[in-house]
Nanobody, 123 residues
């Protein structure tokens, strides 16, 4: 059993930055890949970024590449999304996800999900 709690969302103007955090608790020793997804109003949930256990492998959606950076601190059981140069189209609920397979599979499977945190970018 793993629990994920996101934080750091909020309202920011276009061009600004936010840093999202996702803290994992429970049986965190089973967590390998961690990722971020987002869902905008009226749209399907989409992949944003993923990071391997060691942090040496990362993968980004084209829409955020060069603007977002995913990182993790395993000692704190936390994954981060540093989001820079935010655009109105980044507005969405952002979800943290954790995978339990050792292989780095950015798109999943992700058995565990957080509750989401709202990011709103005003233009």
């Amino acid at each position: 059993q793993v629990q994920l709690v996101e934080s750091g969302g909020g309202l920011v103007q276009a061009g600004g930055s936010l840093r999202l955090s996702c803290a994992a608790s429970g049986r965190t020793f089973n967590i390998y890949t961690m990722g971020w997804f987002r869902q905008a109003p009226g749209k399907e949930r989409e992949f944003v970024a993923a990071i391997s256990w060691s942090g040496e492998a990362t993968y980004y959606a084209d829409s955020v590449k060069g603007r977002f950076t995913i990182s993790r601190d395993n000692a704190k059981n936390t994954v981060y999304a540093q989001m820079n140069s935010l655009k109105a189209e980044d507005t969405a609920v952002y979800y943290c996800a954790a995978g339990t397979t050792a292989a780095f599979r950015p798109y999943g499977p992700y058995p565990y999900w957080g509750q989401g945190t709202q990011v709103t970018v005003s233009s």
